[in-house]
């Protein structure tokens, strides 16, 4: 209480102290950051453990994890989760590196034969709906040729795994060192099941009166000293708060509702450079979705086509039978407010498609043995293409006999894109 009372007397002190320590900081941030000459952002977005987190891969990971979970890369409850992610993440690879645990390439294929997701997919399934590594190879060089934004994805995916594998791997070494020995197992067993058979009195303390006794300040002191660590308590504060709640008011969510509704409509403005109007399309009647998404949402332009369960549960039925230019909304997911516009539809959203690759001496990724040049493999893709176009031509076949790429041995197929 003396203590706080001390505060109290010298709080105009405190106060010139903390904003001293404010202003302090402030300029220090000026000139270790290039000041205000517009310098480079750090390239970190935290530490962990003396290890710094990269804000390049860190934006990879939220963007990566916006895109799945379909949520706003501002949802702080994203944030925080891929933040833990990479906190355990990394605290678990130090441990890792230092006891140079690593795995090879076929504990990798092992690790995604476990995997449903992978291991179940009959894309990758042989004859006999096992497992098929080679076709599983043969669809990721594809990526890697055809879908450089998807091989990219897989990268991530197969670092994932790596990670797994590895944290696997220690969590077995921690088991492992955690085993009882045998002298313990024979005490835990002896603790459980030996029994004895004993009589003894009990004499409570309550049961002699008060009175009877008497204990002297010194007596007391002296215990305490020679039972000091009994008394030892840990340092205490007693701290007053407030808790702010972070989130919407009611307020600021019909705020938001009124000026996403104001987007919908068109607007007239007013340029005083030029002393005229102008109408500023809203969102119904705009020509240039992608433009007027940039400007207005957080949320990107998504110009791929999505199936009905791709849709908010909640909201999936209407949206779906919206015609194309129509709006729905504004409507509330989760967080969110969104207007959706139906762009366009199509009947069947996914399609199979087969090639024929021709490569030819000196081209990426082309197998050593081939020694056409680039004349001879565009020549001969001529031919094949006029093959190809005739009425009985089967160009499965054609890609069994001509095609350079995994896929060849089966007629080309590259499986259903979406």
């Known amino acids: 209480m003396a203590i706080l009372e001390n505060i109290r007397k010298r709080t105009t ?3 010139l102290i903390i904003g001293m320590a404010l202003f302090a900081f402030v300029i220090s941030g000026i000139f270790t950051s290039d000041g205000f000459s517009g310098g480079k952002v750090g390239s970190s977005v935290g530490e962990i453990n003396g290890e710094e987190i990269s804000i390049d891969a860190f934006r990879q990971k939220l963007e990566r994890a916006t895109r799945t979970s379909g949520q706003s890369a501002s949802s702080m409850q994203l944030v925080n989760s891929i933040w833990n992610q990479v906190e355990r993440n990394t605290l678990l690879d130090q441990q890792i590196q230092a006891l140079g645990v690593d795995i090879e390439q076929d504990q990798i294929i092992e690790v995604i034969k476990s995997s449903p997701g992978l291991a179940q997919n009959p894309q990758f399934a042989d004859e006999n709906g096992q497992f098929d ?17 998807q091989y990219e994805d897989w990268l991530q995916d197969e670092q994932a795994i790596i990670e797994s594998a590895k944290q696997q791997v220690y969590f077995n070494l921690v088991r492992a060192g955690m085993g009882a020995t045998l002298k313990e197992g024979e005490l835990d067993y002896k603790l459980a099941n030996d029994k004895v058979d004993i009589r003894y009195v009990r004499v409570p303390y309550a049961s002699i009166p008060d009175s009877t006794i008497t204990v002297t300040r010194n007596e007391i002191e002296a215990y305490i000293k020679e039972n000091e660590k009994k008394y030892t308590q840990e340092k205490s504060r007693d701290i007053q708060f407030v808790y702010f709640e972070e989130g919407p008011s ?4 019909a705020a938001t509702e009124a000026a996403i509704t104001a987007l919908l409509d068109d607007s007239v403005e007013y340029f005083e450079d030029r002393d005229t109007t102008e109408t500023i399309p809203g969102f119904r009647n705009t020509k240039d979705v992608n433009a007027f998404l940039d400007r ?9 086509f999505k199936a009905k369960s791709e849709l908010p549960t909640q909201f999936a039925d209407a949206l779906f039978e919206l015609t194309p230019g129509e709006l729905y909304g504004p409507y509330r997911d989760g967080d969110v407010f969104k207007v959706s516009r139906m762009m366009a539809k199509k ?6 498609a087969s090639h024929i690759l021709i490569t030819y001496q000196g081209a990426e990724r082309a197998n050593p043995e081939v020694t056409r040049t680039k004349e001879e ?18 160009f499965a076949q054609l890609a ?3 095609s350079d790429g995994p896929s060849g041995p089966r007629g080309g197929d590259l ?3 979406q």
Do not use: C, H, T, W
């Not at 080679?134 to 890697?144: A, P, S, V």
């Not at 009947?347 to 199979?352: H, Y």
């Not at 020549?379 to 031509?393: F, H, I, M, R, S």
């Open 133 to 149: 590594e080679r076709k599983f190879r043969d669809f990721i060089l594809e990526l890697k040729i055809n879908a450089p934004s």
């Open 296 to 304: 207005n949402s957080d949320a990107k332009y998504d110009s791929i």
């Open 400 to 402: 069994r006999d001509n």
């Open 347 to 352: 009947p069947n959203g996914s399609v199979k």
């Open 13 to 15: 002190v405190l106060i």
């Open 377 to 394: 493999a565009r020549q001969k893709a001529e031919d094949v293409l006029e093959e190809a176009l005739k009425q009985d031509a089967v």
């Open 415 to 417: 499986g259903f894109f």
């Open 250 to 253: 009611d307020e600021d969510i």
